[in-house]
């Protein structure tokens, strides 16, 4: 039953995209968002992005100042955000695009949002940032919350920051910014020590959609082959349709949500050569870096070792293996499943991490803007 070719699965998807549109809700009034991050890299230029493919790019990231509350920008930094913004500015199509915040650092985020005051002060930093090189919205990767106190201080910062967008907004007379934030695959974050959700209602009252992350499922970390980014999962409750599912069940509103998927697979090296399927004993992690692979890495590997492609249809999800390799990722047939899932479900759209981890010729890209048929 697990393994079945192109055609059965591509079926098997259409089928699944049917029966679920029933329980949908009408289609969302707001237009689609196919979106995809680029990091600060010099090996794949924002320039590079082909513009017809998305409708927002991020530029990741900005942190802020752990003393000042303020986001920190760099001369070289200042030279980077300066040439993204013209680059899109002067691409056609033209995209929008949105400065997001993150930091390596949790907890300097936890206390920021703790306090009224420097909650007040990062806001300003950061819609005077966006505004001064033409941002048309800001972004929040906060990875992630660790408890109660964390998740309520973040229901205060939304509020805060709809209204400092909304009055920035009167004053210079511009469209609002956007404010969009990168959360957890589920609303639930049950394995630290006090489990938390995030706040609902601010979420649907402040801000404009969530980027879910959706992937990241199984990696280096587990001691057998998993899929990292399936759409389900038969043994445990952690997949995309688990996590999306989690989100509506809480309350918020499908068009406040985006689809996340990877543009890269995670590697393990199998224990047994022999025994190669899902659920396989492991090693260790497999090529690439840190047992990741970029996906046009991991089509170079499956071309040069004569790899073994397989379709699994229990979780959605493709693997590849040779030798004592083993690597779990998404391919454009899987990703057509994904999309399809994800407008029956009324999602607002979907995004990918990251620029430059597709083929040459954006071969998952193009069949995801292809397959969102909705407006
Ligand atoms: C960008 O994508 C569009 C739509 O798939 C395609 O027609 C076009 O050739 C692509 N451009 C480049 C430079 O790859
Ligand atoms: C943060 O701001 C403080 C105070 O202005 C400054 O001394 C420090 O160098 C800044 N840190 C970074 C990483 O820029
Ligand atoms: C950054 O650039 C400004 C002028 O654009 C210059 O005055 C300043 O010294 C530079 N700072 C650093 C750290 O290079
Ligand atoms: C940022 O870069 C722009 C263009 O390169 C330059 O005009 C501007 O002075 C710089 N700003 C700072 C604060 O260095
Ligand atoms: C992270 O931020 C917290 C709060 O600002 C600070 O106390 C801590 O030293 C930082 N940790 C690192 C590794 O920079
Ligand atoms: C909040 O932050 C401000 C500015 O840093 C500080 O003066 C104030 O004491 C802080 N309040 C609390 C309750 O920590
Ligand atoms: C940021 O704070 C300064 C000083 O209070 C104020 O002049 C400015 O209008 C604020 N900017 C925004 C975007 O709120
Ligand atoms: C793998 O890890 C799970 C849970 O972390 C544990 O129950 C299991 O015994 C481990 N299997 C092997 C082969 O080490
Ligand atoms: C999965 O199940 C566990 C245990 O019942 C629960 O704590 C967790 O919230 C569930 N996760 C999702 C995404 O539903």
Do not use: C
């Not at 998740?151 to 956007?178: C, D, H, M, Y």
């Not at 959609?209 to 970390?221: A, I, K, Q, T």
């Amino acid at each position: 039953m697990a393994n079945l070719n192109i055609m059965q699965l591509l079926s098997l998807a259409l089928v699944l995209t049917a029966s679920t549109s029933v329980t949908a809700s009408a289609s969302a009034s707001a237009s689609a968002v196919k979106a995809i991050y680029w990091m600060d890299q010099p090996l794949f230029p924002a320039s590079s992005i082909n513009t017809s493919l998305f409708t927002h790019v991020y530029y990741a990231f900005l942190a802020p100042n752990a003393t000042t509350f303020k986001l920190y920008v760099s001369n070289s930094t200042n030279t980077t955000l300066t040439n993204f913004i013209t680059t899109f500015r002067t691409r056609i199509p033209t995209v929008t695009t949105i400065l997001s915040i993150g930091t390596s650092n949790a907890t300097s985020f936890s206390l920021i949002f703790s306090n009224i005051t420097t909650r007040a002060t990062f806001i300003n930093s950061t819609i005077t940032v966006a505004r001064a090189y033409g941002f048309d919205g800001v972004d929040l990767d906060w990875e992630f919350p660790q408890n109660s106190d964390d998740t309520n201080n973040l229901a205060s910062l939304f509020q805060e920051w709809r209204v400092a967008i909304t009055t920035n907004a009167a004053i210079t007379g511009k469209p609002p910014l956007l404010l969009t934030a990168a959360v957890y695959f589920a609303v639930y974050f049950s394995i630290s020590d006090t489990p938390w959700t995030y706040p609902v209602t601010s979420i649907n009252h402040n801000v404009d959609w969530v980027n879910v992350m959706s992937y990241n499922f199984h990696g280096s970390w587990n001691n057998d082959t998993g899929s990292p980014s399936g759409l389900f999962n038969p043994t445990r409750n952690i997949s995309v349709v688990d996590g999306l599912k989690s989100w509506i069940g809480a309350g918020v509103k499908p068009e406040k949500l985006v689809m996340g998927m990877p543009l890269y697979g995670m590697t393990w090296q199998l224990q047994d050569p022999n025994v190669n399927g899902i659920g396989a004993p492991v090693i260790g992690p497999g090529p690439g870096s840190n047992g990741a692979m970029a996906y046009f890495q991991v089509i170079d590997f499956n071309k040069q070792k004569n790899a073994k492609v397989i379709y699994d249809v229990d979780t959605m999800s493709v693997y590849s293996y040779s030798g004592s390799y083993w690597i779990g990722y998404d391919d454009p047939l899987t990703v057509t499943a994904k999309v399809g899932y994800a407008q029956a479900l009324s999602l607002r759209g979907y995004f990918f991490w990251a620029a430059g981890y597709d083929t040459n010729d954006w071969k998952i890209s193009t069949q995801a803007s292809k397959a969102w048929i909705l407006t």
